[in-house]
């Protein structure tokens, strides 16, 4: 059994990546290089689903930091949807919360 699963799935209105499973100093290069290539290849509204996310550590933070950057540098935007509690209590403490947009769920965002 894999400690990410990543999906990316897309749609006329975004990019939307689908995690679920563990994100952390192991699984972070293989998110990295996803996003990276999803970016790359013009995906400007990236949505990362984290509904089935169940830990995200200091090296996850820094890959979806890193996404974020990327995509205010191009002109597009990186928006995290479904955090359950303990994930938005991650980006809580740390104050990401106040770094990206946050929504409840992935149809607020591409289907607005």
């Known amino acids: 059994m894999r400690l990410l699963d990543v999906r990316i799935d897309e749609r006329d209105e975004g990019t939307v990546v689908t995690l679920s499973g563990q994100l952390d100093v192991a699984t972070a290069p293989d998110l990295r290089q996803a996003l990276q290539?999803?970016?790359y290849a013009g995906a400007h509204r990236v949505v990362v689903d984290l509904a089935d996310l169940q830990f995200l550590d200091s090296f996850g933070l820094?890959?979806?930091v890193g996404a974020l950057r990327r995509a205010r540098l191009h002109?597009?935007?990186l928006?995290?949807?479904g955090a359950n509690?303990?994930?938005r209590q991650v980006l809580e403490v740390t104050g990401l919360d106040r770094t990206f947009q946050l929504?409840?769920?992935v149809a607020?965002?591409?289907d607005a």
Request: cysteine-free.
């Open 37 to 39: 290539e999803a970016q």
């Open 85 to 87: 509690d303990r994930i």
């Open 75 to 77: 002109g597009g935007r």
């Open 108 to 110: 607020a965002v591409v």
């Open 62 to 64: 820094g890959v979806l």
């Open 79 to 81: 928006v995290l949807a």
């Open 103 to 105: 929504t409840d769920d």
